[in-house]
């Protein structure tokens, strides 16, 4: 049976995926103009446009395939890979998302990327929410 941690990994995975596929067919979602959504999501220093519409979907990408290493990893879906590359590809994320979430509190952090609100929301909501992913992903890589 498939842990409850890995369902809400692959949701919120799933759900981080489709915004930055919204973002790379143009939208401006959750805010009105790409100079304000660039400052809320991006944050570096003086931004005035989104980074270029490719990355948004090469993050969605990435995304959508570290649901995939979830669902395998959980027993819920069939691997493509061999079980032992998922576990490490687990224990990757486990550290990619970990590392991202704390990030977000050192000071060398906040100079690459001051703008607000971005600053003020990194430590809020994403970066807690990388570390939720990482626990998630670790409850998972134990189960």
Known sequence: MMPFSAIIAVLLLLAIALVHLLWALGSSWPVGDE???ARTV????????????LASLGVAIVLTAAAHIVL???GLMPGILLPRMYQILLVAMI????A????AYMSFW???VPEQPFARLDQRIYAPL??????LLLDVALT
């Open 35 to 37: 100079k304000t959504l």
């Open 42 to 53: 991006v944050g570096s220093k003086d931004i005035q446009k989104m980074p270029p519409r």
């Open 72 to 74: 395998a990893s959980g």
């Open 95 to 98: 550290l990619v998302f970990s």
């Open 100 to 103: 991202r979430g704390l990030v």
């Open 110 to 112: 906040r100079e690459l």
């Open 130 to 135: 990388c570390l939720l992913i990482a626990a």
